[in-house]
């Protein structure tokens, strides 16, 4: 199960830290990553923010956020983390925490396994 938190409301240009916690065995895991769903998008829309490979902690984010995103791991707390700078107006959306038992992190990754259930990120103008 995949739980997330750490959103909320920010000004442009203001920080957020997203967590994700993982309960139950986690070793079977081949990648765990962060979705986003825009305002007025379908569930089939999301986008692939980030992503982290378990075996050697590669990682990959979509070119809008690269300069301004971090994606992280925290092993032995099971937490998975995005932290966000520099946010701006359309980095408003839901967003989800998703990992899979087959697929590794790359540009493709869409996993098919485990969903949370999104935390809400809003920045104002």
């Known amino acids: 199960k995949l739980v997330e938190s750490g959103g909320g409301l920010v000004q442009a240009g203001g920080s957020l830290r997203l967590s994700c916690g993982a309960s139950?065995?986690?070793?079977?895991?081949?990648?765990i990553g962060w979705f986003r769903q825009a305002p007025g998008q379908e569930r089939q829309d999301r986008e692939l923010?980030?992503?982290?490979?378990?075996?050697?902690?590669?990682?990959w984010l979509v070119d809008s956020v690269k300069d301004r995103f971090t994606i992280s791991r925290d092993i032995a707390k099971n937490t998975l983390y995005l932290q966000m700078h520099s946010l701006k107006p359309e980095d408003t959306a839901v967003y989800f925490c998703?990992?899979?038992?087959?697929?590794?992190?790359?540009?493709?990754?869409?996993?098919?396994?485990?969903w949370g259930q999104g935390t809400q990120v809003s920045v104002s103008t």
């Open positions: 923010v980030a992503c982290v490979s378990t075996d050697d902690g590669s990682t």
């Open positions: 998703a990992a899979d038992e087959f697929f590794r992190c790359n540009g493709g990754f869409v996993p098919t396994d485990y």
């Open positions: 139950g065995s986690t070793s079977d895991l081949t990648a």
